[in-house]
């Protein structure tokens, strides 16, 4: 891989919050690595260690963050959490990935100050995987680490196989916590697996607050008695309420630790008023909070295009529900709950998404996108690595990710039936734990 070294612009002095010492340094890399273009992005990292003797000297731990489209974690709470496990070994640079955070984000405004859909697709093809890997490359060198090891939590998973795919001899090790995706090149299959587990997930649900399948129904209901009568329910950004737009609190399914969120949304969804029955404040808030598309375009724009090594998306995840998996479809009953399926209704109903439809269309009927990842390096991989995967995930499916860990010379297995998506932030001592484990021996 070329990436010359990061030029650090800046570092902050360190300040020491419960048991964490933390600096933020900003550094500037190449749009696209390894030719002579003039244009750069600015990146946001964030250095971690522990507030204890020695810690200065631990060897380095990258966190690459879930998404796409997120930022790294903010260590709010210190020496907590899952950066409570790793400190006593690591000190840990928590990087912005290109587009989000700190690191010359990507917004509506940002991508259309590049001109049309073209433009602005050029643009976002070098905001994959394989680039982000290029970003860590540069900045490791800029620091002037030999080497250090990851932690990939969901789409920070696949940015690890791309790694290694990439650029192996700069890892110590590679933990993965719910990241082991899809390699061969086609979403199809993942959205497939994905409305399985979802309906899965959505049953068992139903059999904890049973009460909760008829509120459900009747906040479709009052969603279409509203449109019907043309006075239709609105989001705060103005956005119509829609049977997708409800469908979308299947994202509360993805975790354990926010899945009883949905049932304490659906408890005052409905106002029954004696003039007309309407949804409630709250419960609008927390629809507009599931679809925070201003602030994270890039998460529905590159959601499927995460998968393709070649060929068209094509809406892979339209496709799939339509042929297989009707009661998904609006027009049911009682739809379904949906989870990460970016779909084309998304950029005619979302104000904040609207007027990047033509970029999405023209994203999805991309052909040619570059391979994400090596299957032969990954064939003879000799670093370190360990995954967490967890039986009933609603977003990486069991299944597939033990295909592509068969993939993977060497990758050990630690598998949950109890943790979901969001198990590093549940039980992040067990799943750390067993995942440092496995690679130390």
Same mark, same amino acid.
């Given at each position: ?5 990061? !030029?650090?612009? %800046? ?9 964490? +010492? ?5 550094? %500037?890399?190449? *749009?696209?690595?390894? /030719?002579? %273009?003039?244009?750069? #992005? ?33 260590? !709010? ?5 899952? #950066? ?11 990087l ?11 917004d ?13 697709? $050029? ?7 394989? /680039? ?7 900045v ?19 940015? !690890? ?14 933990l ?6 899809e390699?061969?090149g ?8 994905t ?11 139903f ?25 239709p ?7 119509? +309420?829609?049977?997708? !737009? ?19 949304? #659906? ?9 007309? &029955? ?18 994270h ?11 393709? %090594?070649g ?11 339509? &042929? ?12 379904? *709950?949906?989870?990460?399926?970016a ?16 970029? =999405? ?5 991309h ?8 299957p032969?390096a ?20 069991? $299944?597939?990710?033990? =295909? ?6 060497? *990758? ?11 198990g590093?932030a549940?039980?992040?001592s ?6 440092l ?5």
């Amino acid at each position: 891989m070329i990436a010359r070294p990061a !030029t650090l612009l %800046s570092r902050s002095p360190e300040s020491t919050w419960r048991g964490a +010492v933390a600096s933020s340094l900003r550094f %500037s890399v190449p *749009l696209r690595h390894g /030719d002579a %273009s003039p244009e750069s #992005l600015e990146l946001f990292a964030r250095a971690v260690r522990a507030d204890e003797e020695g810690s200065a000297q631990r060897p380095w731990l990258l966190f690459l963050q879930g998404g796409p489209g997120f930022p790294a974690l903010r260590p !709010t709470g210190g020496a907590s959490g899952w #950066l409570a496990e790793l400190l006593p070994r690591f000190q840990v640079l928590l990087l912005d990935q290109r587009g989000t955070g700190g690191s010359s984000p990507i917004d509506a405004a940002a991508l259309l100050g590049r001109g049309g859909p073209e433009a602005q697709a $050029e643009y976002l093809s070098c905001f994959r995987a394989p /680039d982000i890997v290029a970003d860590a490359e540069a900045v490791r060198q800029g620091l002037g680490i030999a080497s250090w090891s990851t932690l990939g939590q969901s789409y920070g998973g696949f940015i !690890t196989l791309s790694y290694l795919s990439l650029a192996p001899a700069s890892l110590d090790r590679c933990l993965i916590t719910g990241g082991l995706g899809e390699i061969r090149g086609d979403a199809a299959p993942v959205y497939r697996a994905t409305y399985a587990r979802m309906r899965e997930r959505e049953e068992e649900f139903f059999s904890w607050h049973p009460e909760d399948r008829e509120r459900l129904q009747r906040v479709y209901d009052v969603v279409r008695a509203a449109r019907a009568a043309g006075s239709p329910e609105r989001l705060a950004d103005g956005s119509e +309420v829609t049977e997708t !737009t409800v469908q979308r609190l299947g994202m509360f399914l993805g975790g354990n630790g926010r899945v009883q969120g949905l049932h304490f949304a #659906l408890e005052q969804a409905v106002v029954e008023a004696p003039e007309c &029955a309407r949804l409630s404040a709250a419960f609008l808030g927390v629809l507009q909070a599931q679809l925070d598309h201003a602030g994270h375009p890039l998460y529905w724009l590159l959601q499927e295009s995460i998968y393709s %090594s070649g060929a068209p998306t094509a809406w892979a995840a339209s496709r799939v529900r339509a &042929a297989e998996y009707p009661d998904f479809l609006p027009s049911a009953p009682c739809p379904r *709950l949906l989870g990460e399926m970016a779909l084309p209704s998304d950029y005619e109903e979302s104000v904040p998404l609207r007027q990047l439809a033509p970029l =999405a269309w023209l994203l999805a009927e991309h052909e040619g996108w570059p391979a994400l990842y090596d299957p032969q390096a990954l064939a003879r991989n000799a670093v370190p690595v360990a995954a967490a995967v967890y039986t009933h995930d609603v977003y990486v499916d069991r $299944e597939l990710s033990l =295909a592509t860990a068969g993939a993977v010379r060497g *990758l050990r297995v630690w598998e949950s039936e109890t943790l979901h998506h969001d198990g590093i932030a549940d039980d992040p001592s067990a799943v750390i734990g067993a995942l440092l484990e496995l690679t130390d021996a």
